[in-house]
């Protein structure tokens, strides 16, 4: 698997990636690197940042001796630094000198966070506290941001929102740049498992927050009746964009979706997709007029979401970190 010789900024073009014949089935992308493939054993630093809110984050920290950069990741839905796509970026970061910084989203570290507000596509001011800290402790190292699903949507609206931070360069990966249209994707067909899977976890993490916090002067909602949303949508409506300022489900899909902001947008950026991504459909993909000159936007025909396997099926290749760490080193 090889990679393009030069990442081309403001352009549309085809992916270096092909998914062999075993692979070319977008769910199994999708599924068969989180159940099917182990994933390494990474060294990681705790750290705990509080938060100008009175909240705390959660920092999972790798650093190689020596190292002189370093990758702030973002998970994402549910995920967290023990998330596969983590681990395996880690590692092979970790192999060329580079140093991670894995920035946990509040309540997915495996501790409830301390106030209301949780997080969401758009949800931007962590990340720019978790960067000014690192600014000021890593003060010596270059960086870099790469976010995966919901956390590459994030990382959109931070750069684009944000051109003034001191980061060299941003990969996006299977972002779901348009919100309403993920929304609608993910509720229909096979994709309707990945939405339960996750709906779970999201409404486990609620209930116990519930349990422990006063939520009533923000939620209307019984433990009972959380139970009971059954789409992202349903859960959008009623918890996200109320726990976060938004009228509703359409205002917060609106205000939170990076696609028409992707034209402010002043740092190199990468941004990867595959057309047969079963979390999204063809209105993720921006027209050449909607990037800026700053952003590649690289589309395969398949790769899932967040899969992009390639070799063959007993010794299964992750094609992501190779492109991920060539787009580092094009900068270095």
Known sequence: MTNAA???????TTSS???PIWAANAHLQTIFPKFFIRAPQIAFKSKRIDTPDGDFLDLAINLPHGAKTMAVLFHGLEGSKDSHYILH????LQA???ASLVMHFRGCSGEINQTPRAYHSGEIGDALHTLQWIGDTFSDL???????SLGGNMLLKLISEHTELPIEGAVSVSAPLDLAASSQAINQGFARKYQ???LKSMKATLSTKMQRLDMRPHLSLSIDEVEQLDSFYAFDEHVTSKLHGFVDAKDYYQRASALPDLHKITVPTLILHAADDPFMDARVIPTPEQISPSVAYELSKRGGHVGFLYGNIWQPKFWLPTRIIAFIQEHL
Not at 89 to 92: F, G, K, Q, R, Y
């Open 96 to 98: 060329q000198g580079i």
């Open 6 to 12: 030069k990442t081309r900024f403001g352009q549309i």
């Open 17 to 19: 990636f092909n998914a």
């Open 89 to 92: 970026l880690v590692e092979a």
């Open 142 to 148: 270059r960086l870099f941001t790469i976010g995966f």
């Open 196 to 198: 339960a899977h996750l």
